[in-house]
């Protein structure tokens, strides 16, 4: 089946405890793209990576790291957690945005994150 | 900058209604736009991807319309029922920006 997958799915942490949300997707797409959704603020985009090795930065990304070594995998990672970064968190895929018209998306099941 | 504007923010539905869900957007230099579907505390679903050409796409009881130079879609849901509840979130592919720009989404509760 194809889709994207998130883990963990809820995630309970301490301010300054480094963690990583994994995200991998299994339809060979280039792009791929981490939000937050928090209430009345909607989706806003973290990071971004249109290719393996090529990423960037998207509204809102203080606080956070990510990286593209592989084209199926794309971590979320947050050195220092604080408690402003409790939100629920997003991977997206789509096959390209290189080209003139532009796929749609297609998302993981969200990561629920908590910092205390 | 594009914004993305959904309205009403929440809807309310006997169940057998036919309803209509609003989405405008500022910029009409557009890619695609896609409406999703969001259960409470879940991942988006993608229900209907209109690419910029196109003026319409329908997938069962949901009919999708695009009106780019207007800056419009709705998106049609016939004879609704209690498991079409959710949050409905469009979002438009800008032709200058490598991401899509969302709506806030129009909560529908459709009432048995």
């Known amino acids: 089946e194809a889709q994207v997958t998130q883990n963990p799915r809820y995630l309970i942490t301490v301010t300054g405890k480094k963690l990583t949300v994994t995200c991998s997707q299994n339809?060979?797409?280039?792009?791929m793209s981490w939000y937050r959704q928090d209430p009345g603020l909607g989706l806003r985009q973290i990071y971004y990576?249109?290719?393996?090795?090529?990423?960037d930065k998207g509204d809102v990304p203080e606080g956070y790291k990510v990286s593209r070594k592989e084209k199926r995998n794309f971590p979320l990672i947050l050195e220092s957690p604080s408690p402003n970064q409790t939100s629920l968190y997003f991977c997206?895929?789509?096959?390209?945005?290189?080209?003139?018209?532009?796929?749609?998306?297609?998302f993981g099941s969200g990561t629920r994150l908590t910092v205390v | 900058k594009q914004e993305v504007t959904q309205i009403p923010a929440a809807l309310s539905v006997p169940e057998g209604e036919n309803l209509v869900l609003n989405c405008s957007f500022t910029?009409?230099?557009?890619?695609?736009l896609q409406w999703f579907r969001q259960d409470p505390g879940k991942g988006l679903t993608s229900l209907l991807l209109i690419q910029s050409s196109q003026r319409e796409q329908t997938s069962g009881r949901l009919n999708a319309s695009l009106d780019k130079s207007s800056g419009r879609s709705t998106l049609y849901i016939a004879a609704s029922q209690p498991g079409d509840s959710a949050t409905y979130l469009c979002?438009?592919?800008?032709?200058?920006?490598?991401?899509?720009?969302f709506g806030a989404g129009t909560r529908l509760t459709v009432k048995p």
């Open positions: 997206a895929s789509s096959l390209s945005l290189w080209r003139g018209w532009a796929y749609g998306y297609t």
């Open positions: 339809m060979n797409h280039e792009y």
């Open positions: 990576s249109m290719n393996v090795e090529v990423t």
């Open positions: 979002a438009v592919r800008p032709v200058e920006l490598n991401d899509m720009r």
């Open positions: 910029d009409s230099a557009i890619y695609n």
